[in-house]
């Protein structure tokens, strides 16, 4: 292991006094005791590797798992730089609790049809099946199409939001049922992935309703939803309902005439808000919830019963957010500017694309300090994986902290220990399932995509 790496987990922390401020009041409130519990401020090395189990390649003819000839071919594709990373970034992976990975792909391959493939642990197709439609312009320009949650029996739940309805389909893929979404119910505000509950057809999201920022479970009820809040999360008073954490656009058609037949878009930056702590949050294999909701290192831990049972900290403070830091995270989002005004050229104009982002990032605001805590993931036996932030905050994420719900601190490692996987961990692209399996997704080759799945050791499970 090089220096950097050795001091990164050889750093002893002095333990100060951390002032949490906690406004995260429950839903329902009740009048429940929360347990504060202080981690170790020094870290404890963790030594983490994964076994691959297989490797699934998707494209518009279906699914397959490669064997080693075909994975040799892919390992030449990956070396060449060559793949696709537009086709990747719509899908949606989630295991049941047989170990089955279900994989939807919301149109990123052919956006004329949503499909789930269901596969087996060892990759074999089990089945696949359709799961609504799309309009392949507006899935082009959609930064997502679908949503969906895959209960522990196999069934799942999509949002389409490009049709405006949520469907449930069976264990065997066959439709179930089917709620209208009112402008009201499309997720307003939603500041984190939707979750599955695993212990139901449910959708865990987060949204901003009556002035407060609330987690709650959305499930059908013949052609229904119904909400049941699990609990009241912070939220920054400098936050913009309206703003995004990066750059972030859309695009608005431009009416064409006849005498121009060539239709374009008119460009349109969202407001730009960097470090402003936004909810981090994932389901417990239990029930309950384990979210973060500050820019301090406290995990707040949500019982079954809907009570706010412990919150777990760690003396790691965040850092302010100084005239170098700014620079720094504007020149980053220049950089990015390039990069989406060759991918969009096509559909409007560059120098006008170019100019909308530049500007929206000049008027860039920032919080003052930085969150101590990036990511915030659980696996599917139980365990926190806590993905502090990094050195730079808008590069590769620091060390992962594994902790139990309980409040029992595990150990530290470096998300490079873990390769590609580490890597696909700050896209959100990464699903836990039962007996140690990950899945991740990677860009794939001429509009098609690779599936991997691993499985952890005992210890980080």
Not at 30 to 40: E, N, V, Y
Not at 223 to 251: H, I, K, N, Q, Y
Not at 344 to 362: K, M, N, W, Y
Request: hydrophobic letters at 40%; aromatic letters at 8%.
């Amino acid at each position: 292991m090089d220096s950097r790496k050795r001091r990164s987990f050889s750093l002893t922390l002095a333990c100060a006094a951390l002032t949490l401020a906690l406004a995260a009041a429950l839903v329902p409130a009740g009048a429940h005791a929360q347990q504060i519990i202080d981690l170790p401020g020094e870290d404890r090395r963790l030594e983490v590797e994964t076994e691959q189990v297989f490797i699934g390649q998707l494209n518009t003819i279906g699914w397959r798992t490669l064997g080693p000839a075909t994975r040799f071919l892919r390992w030449i594709r990956r070396s060449s730089g060559s793949s696709d990373a537009r086709a990747a970034l719509k899908v949606r992976i989630a295991f049941d609790a047989q170990g089955h990975l279900h994989v939807l792909d919301p149109g990123a391959l052919d956006p004329r049809h949503w499909r789930i493939f269901v596969v087996d642990p060892e990759g074999g197709l089990v089945r696949d099946y359709k799961a609504g439609e799309g309009d392949p312009e507006a899935a082009l320009f959609s930064s997502r199409p679908a949503e969906f949650v895959v209960a522990s029996d196999g069934s799942t739940v999509v949002a389409d939001l490009l049709k405006s309805a949520l469907r449930s389909y069976s264990p065997g893929g066959e439709p179930e049922r089917e709620a209208s979404l009112a402008p009201a119910d499309l997720f307003k505000g939603v500041t984190a992935p939707n979750r599955p509950s695993r212990t139901s057809e449910a959708l865990l999201t987060v949204r901003d309703s009556g002035g407060e920022r609330i987690i709650e479970q959305v499930t059908l009820a013949g052609s229904t939803m119904e909400r049941r809040p699990v609990a009241t999360v912070w939220r920054a008073p400098e936050e913009d309902e309206g703003a995004s954490a990066g750059l972030s656009f859309s695009m608005l058609n431009r009416d064409a005439t006849d005498a121009d037949s060539d239709l374009r878009y008119r460009p349109v930056a969202m407001p730009i808000q960097l470090f402003v702590p936004t909810v981090r949050y994932d389901v417990l294999a239990g029930g309950g919830i384990a979210f973060v909701d500050s820019s301090t290192y406290a995990v707040k831990v949500v019982g079954p019963d809907g009570e706010l049972s412990r919150i777990l900290r760690r003396p790691l403070r965040p850092k302010q957010v100084t005239e170098e830091v700014r620079s720094r995270e504007m020149e980053r989002l220049r950089e990015r500017t390039e990069s989406y005004v060759r991918t969009f050229r096509s559909q409007t104009d560059p120098d006008e694309f170019r100019g909308v982002l530049l500007e929206a990032i000049e008027d860039a605001s920032f919080y003052p300090e930085i969150p101590a805590i990036r990511r915030l993931r659980t696996t599917w036996e139980g365990s926190l994986w806590v993905w502090r932030t990094g050195e730079e905050p808008g590069g590769p994420g620091g060390p992962i902290d594994v902790l139990t719900p309980a409040g029992r601190y595990l150990g530290t490692f470096d998300p490079e220990d873990l390769g590609d996987l580490g890597t696909r961990l700050s896209s959100g692209q990464v699903a836990f399932g039962p007996d140690g399996l990950v899945a991740y997704v990677e860009p794939g080759w001429q509009e098609s995509l690779y599936v991997v799945v691993v499985r952890l050791l005992a210890e980080v499970r």
